[in-house]
C-alpha cells in the first residue's frame, strides 16, 4: 500500500468576481490554510485555484466569499492511490 499523501484532497475550482487579485489570494492561502501544491492563477474576474489540502470546505468557504465559484472538484488522493474513485 502506497504511503498516504500528507495532504489528502486536490481541491480544483473557479472563482468568477470582480477586483480578484491572485497575489493577495496566494497570500492568504499561504497564512491561512496548510496544504502544498497551490496554483491561484487569472485576472481580475477569473481565477483557477489548484489546492492540495485536509480542509477543503475551508477553502471553497474562503472562495465563495470573493465570488461566484463554479466547476468545482474536490478529489480524495489517498483513496485515488489504493486504485478507488476518488
Known amino acids: 500500500m502506497?504511503?498516504?499523501?500528507?495532504?489528502?484532497?486536490?481541491?480544483?475550482?473557479?472563482?468568477?468576481?470582480?477586483?480578484?487579485?491572485?497575489?493577495?489570494?496566494?497570500?492568504?492561502?499561504?497564512?491561512?490554510?496548510?496544504?502544498?501544491?497551490?496554483?491561484?492563477?487569472?485576472?481580475?474576474?477569473l481565477i483557477k485555484i489548484h489546492y492540495h489540502t485536509n480542509e477543503p470546505w475551508k477553502v471553497l468557504e474562503y472562495c465563495a466569499s470573493l465570488g461566484e465559484i463554479f466547476d468545482i472538484v474536490v478529489e480524495d488522493m489517498d483513496r485515488q492511490s489504493r486504485g478507488l474513485k476518488g
Open 2 to 45: 502506497d504511503e498516504q499523501t500528507e495532504f489528502r484532497y486536490d481541491t480544483q475550482l473557479l472563482i468568477e468576481g470582480t477586483n480578484l487579485d491572485e497575489d493577495a489570494i496566494n497570500e492568504y492561502f499561504l497564512t491561512h490554510f496548510q496544504g502544498d501544491c497551490l496554483l491561484a492563477v487569472g485576472d481580475e474576474e
